[in-house]
């Protein structure tokens, strides 16, 4: 019974019948309360998404899977003291298990989680030194700032550690036949397999000849828990302007060779899309382990064919049971190719083993035989060897490209990102993720078209995937496409209304309609659901920044900091409300930081000289507006920024030659005209200076500069040295 259930219960898991293992895994615990079976309920809870009940099974149990499991359902649950508790005693069995590097991922989500970053960032370079096709470790270096080159994680160094994770031991796979290959040796962190096809292996298989997936290899996954806080899903600078996005040369176009099936006027996925969905699903319902028992290598299985033929001596019934036992091993084995190669073997063997025992059954024939069967073996092995090579190091070209494109968005250095991306084939280019990533250097770029079109195709590749999609929400926020941004939310709560990024859609959508109230709500839905979630945190602090509440905007702000120390777009927000405050050293040392962070972002240049200006350093602040006009040359706020600040310097004709070029450009911007007013004045030029004084109260600008502008022309008539005293 016990084996039964077991087994009916790794089916279902198998199948996502999530509410069906659930229930036989609770009977097979209620009746059989042991620890491997209380392992099995809690990964059907965890694949349920009840963390709360796999803590309350495997809480205080010893056994290494269970500790895992434990430390899985804490981290759910943001109790990273337990978590850790869990993992430290089995510290050690990292890197003695297959796939250890789950282990040291885990770790590294601790540590990170609880602001250890050091320690966190030495296990995660663990986790890639064990499987270096771990790439969530190598996603969370670079959000923290800390990858090296590409090529200490996915060069030449990794190709040994691939070929030992996928291969094993090489001569593990030439065993000679009548040699024991036995060992006492048993897996440490594999769940039992109590499947009936086990049971009937277990007796004559040793634990070194079970495979470990069901392709030959170990099964490369990661963590479950990751909470990825990617330091790019944050909006654009809330009071940037959205300017002409046609650069002066054609960006690369965001895909290539795309093809998609046009039906009724919509755009459907790829049906290759469909099945990476699908894919994404079965990682997300396995979770949990670190390896599974699933079936035998080759080397085991051929040399249990030999043992069997060495015993046969000729009988029709043995001769029968070989070859049914064959057949058996074949369709347990590990990949469909290898079946082939492995039937057509046997099928040989058993054929020539009939033919010698019509006339007699020798010794010498049997041995030829073996012989053949080994050789056969050798030769096949070589080849697929080499063919595995290639695999490997295609594979690590593949990851070579995308970590060198991912870590140059992580340090916003966004224009190279876009050139590395270029270097992937059309097949791995128009993918929802590469695009996605192109989307958000265009957007990081405040190039918003070229955002929103990136993002667009990323949406119809990968129609149901919601990662990214809070980034593009900003993007049509600042482009003001509210029917675009309220089509995407209603689909995006179609698709998971559980996920933060449809909450952060949504309260976009909202703050874009001027109903702020309503949009912070949506935001503190997103965090509910995630309360590690610093893109919504940020999204926060704009709305109150906006709604002029600079305490509670100032809180959120924080509070994103402390959940990524990273969030530059935090630190900026803090720095504008201790602008807006006259705290200038305060928005010094905030714009500071995140400049730091970020040195390619042209509005952070612009606000830090704006508070330079203000501190009275005006060579400093001249010095960085003018690396804001190199850095966006499409930008006007830092050419007006360089305006002001030569008019204070007075260097006159050098500011009202920038202010023509501006007012070809921004002709509707009333602050330019009444800049030029200013000058004219000072030039004594008193007509010209009327004149646009008049044109910036035409372009009806806000009440204080109304003001402003009204004093100014009162004054134009009064000599200098007057106003001097007056002032």
Known sequence: MEALLSNYVEESLNQYMTRNAVFLSERLFAEFPSE?????????????????????????????????????????????????????????????????AAMQYLLGIIYRDTARM??????????????????????????????????????????????????????????????????????????????????????????????QNNHGGPILRGAVGQITNSCCNTPSLSTSPVCTQISDTAPPSPVRNIQLHQSEGSLRPRPQAQKEFVCENESEQIRGSLFFNSGLRRSARLAASVRRLNTSKGSENKE????????????????????????????????????????????ANVNSIQHEIVNTKLRRFVSDTATINSGISDTLTLLRILGEGYRHLCMFRCKEALNVYQKLSSKQYNT?????????????????????????????????????????????????????????????????????????????????????????????RALQLNSRFAYALTLSGHEYVIMEDYKHGAECYEKSLNVDA????????????????????????????????????????????????????????????????VTDKKNPLPKYSKAKLLVTLGKLNEALKILEELKESTPHESSIYALMGEIYKQHKKYDKAMLHFGLALDLKPSLVDVA????????????????????
């Open 36 to 100: 491997v079976n209380s392992q099995l309920l809690a990964r059907c809870y965890l694949t349920k998404n009840q963390p709360h009940s796999a803590y309350y099974i495997l809480k205080g149990m010893e056994m290494a899977q269970s500790r895992y499991l434990f430390a899985i359902a804490c981290l759910e649950m943001d109790l990273f003291s337990e978590a850790e508790a869990a993992l430290m005693p089995i510290e050690h069995l990292c890197t003695e298990v297959p796939n250890g």
């Open 118 to 211: 050091k320690r966190s960032v030495e296990h995660f370079r663990k986790a890639l030194s064990i499987d270096p096709l771990f790439w969530a470790a190598y996603e969370e270096l670079c959000m923290l700032g800390e990858a090296e080159e590409v090529a200490v994680y996915f060069g030449d160094a990794a190709i040994p550690c691939v070929q030992e994770h996928y291969l094993g031991n090489p001569s593990d796979c030439l065993l000679i036949a009548g040699t024991d290959h036995s060992l006492g040796s048993s897996q440490i962190f594999g769940f039992k397999d109590m499947s009936l096809c086990h049971l009937q292996q277990k007796e004559e298989e040793k634990p070194r000849d079970i495979c």
């Open 320 to 363: 029968k049971s070989f070859h049914a036992s064959t057949k058996l091993n074949s369709e347990t084995c590990t990949s469909t190719s290898r079946q082939g190669k492995l039937l057509e073997t046997s099928e040989v063997a058993v054929s020539e083993l009939k033919t010698t025992s019509s006339s007699s059954s020798s010794t």
């Open 432 to 524: 929802g993720w590469v695009l996605s990533q192109v989307g958000k250097a265009y957007f990081e770029l405040v190039d918003y078209l070229n955002a929103d079109y990136a993002f667009s195709l990323a949406r119809q590749i990968s129609p149901h995937s919601v990662e990214e999609m809070d980034v593009y929400s900003t993007v049509l926020y600042h482009l003001k496409e509210e029917m675009k941004l309220k089509y995407l939310a209603q689909e995006l709560l179609l698709v998971d209304r559980f996920a933060p990024q449809t909450w952060c859609a949504i309260g976009n959508c909202y703050s874009l309609r001027k109903d702020h109230e309503t949009a912070l709500k949506s935001f503190q």
């Open 566 to 629: 990273r969030q530059y777009k935090s630190w900026y927000g803090l720095g504008v409300i201790y602008l807006h405050q006259e705290k200038f050293e305060f928005a010094e040392h905030h714009f500071r930081q995140a400049y730091h962070i970020n040195p390619f972002s042209s509005v952070i240049m612009y606000y830090l000289g704006t508070t330079l200006e203000a501190l009275k350093r005006s060579g400093e602040a001249l010095e960085m507006v003018e690396k804001a006009i």
């Open 708 to 727: 402003k502008i009204k004093a100014a022309i009162g004054k134009l008539n009064i000599p200098d040295e007057i106003e001097d005293s007056l002032e």
